[in-house]
């Protein structure tokens, strides 16, 4: 299992709470938080951690991660 730093940590989660204002409140489910915060630790898993990044590699998945659940 990865090891992060504090710092990437802050910003994996500064890049989930930003992804999260863009999902419309009815939607913003905890589910679908989890379902980010998966992208996000997976981008950072993969070399990814700048908060851009992750930003918009969550960004990305918004319309996909959505219509799974609807």
Known sequence: MPSYSP???QT???ALEEVMTKIPAE???PGIKAHMAELILKAAAEGQTSYEGL????????QTI?????
């Open 12 to 14: 994996m989660r500064a």
């Open 7 to 9: 710092e990437l940590i």
């Open 27 to 29: 939607q913003a489910t």
């Open 66 to 70: 959505l219509s799974m659940v609807t």
């Open 55 to 62: 930003l918009a590699t969550a960004s990305q998945q918004i």
